[in-house]
């Protein structure tokens, strides 16, 4: 009896137990994993569907990999050419590399700071003498795409396999999505169409839609390009402030995108009307407002590459306006000083903005630096002029208050203003713009959407302290909200961050580091930098930026999509049901490792043995399936050998088949 109630009980824990939710790992496939992974034959395969011959790039190495005596590619002179002592930053050619994002700590695996070793990777310099070049999270395969016939290759190939899968553009992301440990890279910088239409009308659009002039840009477009190309057409595009232009129209659009021009023509999510894009399941869409409605929702602010990998973006252009740019510089000789200036500053902060202001407001080491600019038909209004000239005036007066620059300057367009201040121009003034140009340091960020209560003239001390407390890194905060940023009726018209629609400044916070700097420090000390800020307002009065995300923000669905992100969620599951496209802290990466390697579900074991049943089913299929012709050759010895071992007990009457044929024969 004892027994019987016994095992009634193991039996009921055991059922119990297979039913109840516990915590279990999925993971993609590895290349260490010959069951799942693509044999050589099968990239060699993929390799013929691509554009080019030399378009599937096999066995990558890292960028800095010609700078290890120990490694097969050294190569002392290759290596000259990335020393940043000698060569200066050049940020430009950093973006263009296939093999490397923009900041070494992003091509590197980082662990935290209890491991002896916290960051694996291939710094552009050997720490010492006898340091190997690790692969860290630089993708050993790659697709050098030119065509969407490349890509959509691409994702059929990752899908099949069940493969990480990371989009390359430019590389500027801020905490290193565009990279992955043994992902399939697509690397979209190459793809540079660009037609500028005097009359766009997206497609479906009903009859009557009043055409707009537009430009569309492919995956691998940046800033500068752009700029030149509406500068060329006599229009004005709404695009990002990068020293030397190289921040790409791509990552920025999906992101939400943020303008000088934003508080006059709106955030990137406002002016992109249409988006061709290679979904998970590798169909070719195109994503507008009458085609796609969700999707087109989604895509503009859900950040890339979650609702697909984009190929081109048609964004609307504006009539070509004339700018002025002010800049101002001051140095304070005491901190009783810088604060009284950054105060002063902070009771003019909103007004300056609602006069149709925007740029950045850079401070460190108690300097001082406004570079905005305004667009105008004429001339900028007195009072959009006046209330700079009151600021300007009332600083002079600050006690210990150095002014070095205050002044206003005409520049032909936007585009123009971005030319001569981007680059390394001799008339470049104020805030040096190439001064920011970091490439292979190590970077970390972080920002904060402050509602515009935060930013009022009643909160210009507190704004002051916090912003002045920040000694350790470099704050630059950038002045785009307000205007056409601020249209209510925008808040849910896109997934960009609500937040955006009350927000004038978006505090951002940026420190580099030296390849000796730990870098979990580094992390560490942005994070605490902001934490003043967005306890101001936080999520979802305020937020963080997409584009600039702070790395160890945990509550990352909130401070980047607000209220908006379950829809943002549900829209993903339907386009990605099989998690093809996640990055870290991006829609649908709960469970997920930092490195998108493995998933973990609170599943039944029953559910769970049954997904994997599945899974290894489907991939033993494949797998069988792609070698059934590469191993023809195996089939017919097994049949011959087969036909062999018959024939020879046939001959030689080694074993009694009697019992067999007869039993074949009472079958037929
Ligand atoms: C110096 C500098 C200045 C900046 N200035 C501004 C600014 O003025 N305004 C602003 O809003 N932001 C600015 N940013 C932030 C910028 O918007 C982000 O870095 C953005 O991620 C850049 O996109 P990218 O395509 O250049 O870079 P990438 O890092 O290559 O891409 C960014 C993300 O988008 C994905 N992605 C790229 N291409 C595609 C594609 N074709 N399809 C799908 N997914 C894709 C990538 O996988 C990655 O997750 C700046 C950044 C830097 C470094
Ligand atoms: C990566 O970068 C280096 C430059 O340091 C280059 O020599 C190398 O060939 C690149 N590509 C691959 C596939 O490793
Ligand atoms: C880079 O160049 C500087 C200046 O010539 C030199 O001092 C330094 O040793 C170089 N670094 C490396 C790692 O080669
Ligand atoms: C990628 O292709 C472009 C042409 O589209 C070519 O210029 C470039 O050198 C290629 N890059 C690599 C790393 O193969
Ligand atoms: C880019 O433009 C060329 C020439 O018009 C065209 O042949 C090519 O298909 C375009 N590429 C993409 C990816 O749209
Ligand atoms: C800006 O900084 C860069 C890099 O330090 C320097 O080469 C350039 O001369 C500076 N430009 C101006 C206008 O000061």
């Given amino acids: 009896m004892k027994l019987q109630l016994f095992s ?13 939710g516990e915590a279990r790992r999925i993971c993609k496939c590895r290349p260490n994993q010959w069951w799942c992974w693509p044999t050589g034959w099968d990239w060699d395969e993929f390799s013929t569907k691509l554009s080019t011959p030399n378009a599937l790039i096999k066995n990558q190495r890292p960028m800095g990999a010609v700078c290890y005596p120990k490694d097969p590619l ?19 050619f950093m973006s263009s590399r296939i093999n490397a994002t923009n900041w070494y700590n992003y091509d590197s695996i980082i662990y935290p700071d209890y491991f002896e070793e916290t960051e694996v990777g291939c710094p552009y310099f050997p720490l010492t003498p006898d340091s190997i070049c690790e692969q860290g999270r630089v993708p050993l395969y790659a697709v050098n795409a030119s065509t969407t016939q490349d890509i959509v290759e691409a994702i059929k190939l990752a899908s099949k396999w069940d493969i990480r899968l990371v989009v390359k553009n430019t590389g500027h992301d801020a905490i290193g999505r565009a990279f992955g440990v043994n992902a399939l890279e697509i690397f979209t910088y190459n793809m540079k169409n660009l037609t500028v239409h005097n009359n766009f009308v997206p497609k479906g659009a009903p009859r009557g839609t009043p055409p707009v002039p537009a430009m569309t840009v492919g995956a691998g477009v940046n800033w500068d390009q752009a700029y030149a190309a509406a500068d060329a057409a006599g229009r004005t595009i709404a695009g990002g402030l990068s020293p030397m232009g190289t921040v790409g129209t791509a990552g920025w659009n999906l992101g939400t995108g943020h303008s000088l021009l934003s508080s006059h023509f709106g955030l990137g999510v406002d002016n992109s009307l249409e988006f061709t894009v290679v979904l998970p399941d590798a169909s070719v869409v195109t994503v507008n407002e009458y085609l796609t409605p969700d999707l087109y929702w989604a895509i503009r602010g859900g950040g890339g590459p979650s609702f697909g990998v984009v190929v081109d973006i048609t964004i609307k252009l504006h009539e070509a306006k004339k700018y002025t740019g002010a800049f101002y510089e001051s140095y304070c000789n005491s901190d009783a000083c810088f604060l009284e200036l950054l105060t002063t500053w902070m009771k003019y902060h909103n007004a300056v903005a609602d006069a149709g202001w925007s740029g950045i407001w850079p401070t460190c080491d108690r300097i001082f630096y406004l570079t905005l600019g305004t667009p105008y038909d004429v001339a900028p209004s007195r009072q959009t002029i006046n209330v700079l000239k009151e600021f300007m005036e009332e600083a002079k007066g600050i006690l210990g208050n150095h002014v070095t620059v205050s002044e206003f300057r005409d520049y032909d367009s936007f585009e123009d203003f971005c030319e001569k201040n981007l680059k390394q121009d001799p008339t470049a003034v104020g805030f040096n713009m190439t001064e920011i140009v970091f490439g292979q340091v190590q970077l970390v ?37 307000g205007g056409a940023v601020n249209d209510p009726a925008k808040k849910s018209s896109s997934a960009a961050n609500p937040a955006w629609r009350n927000t004038l400044v978006d505090m951002t916070i940026a420190e580099t580091g030296s390849e000796f700097d730990d870098i979990n420090v580094l992390q ?4 605490d930098d902001i934490a003043p800020f967005r306890a101001m307002a936080p999520p979802p009065y305020g937020g963080m930026y997409l584009n600039e995300a702070d790395i160890l923000e945990e509550e990352w669905q909130v401070a980047q999509w607000g209220e908006q992100y379950p829809r943002l969620l549900e829209i993903k599951k339907r386009i990605d049901p099989k998690d093809l496209l996640i990055v870290r802290m991006g829609v649908n990466s709960e469970g997920w490792d930092d490195e998108i390697t493995c998933k973990t579900v609170t599943t039944s074991l029953a559910a769970y043995a049954f997904t994997r049943t599945k ?19 195996v089939w017919v010895l097994v049949v011959v050998l087969i036909l062999t071992l018959v024939s020879l007990n046939w001959y030689l009457q080694l074993v ?8 074949f024969q009472a079958f037929l």
């Fill in 8 to 20: 009634l009980f193991s039996f009921v824990l055991l059922i119990s137990s297979a039913c109840r």
């Fill in 74 to 92: 050294y190569d002392p002179v290759a290596c000259q050419s990335l020393n940043y002592t000698l060569h200066g930053f050049d940020f430009a």
């Fill in 445 to 481: 960020t972080s920002s904060w959407l402050l509602p515009r209560e935060a930013t009022a003239p009643e909160n210009a001390a507190k704004m002051a302290k916090a912003v002045a407390s920040v000694d350790s890194a470099v704050v630059v905060p950038f002045l785009v909200g």
């Fill in 524 to 527: 560490k000390t942005v994070h």
């Fill in 615 to 633: 899974t290894v089913t489907t991939n033993l299929a494949a797998y069988a399936f792609t070698r059934t012709t590469e191993i023809a050759s």
């Fill in 656 to 663: 009694d088949t009697r019992p067999v044929v007869s039993l």
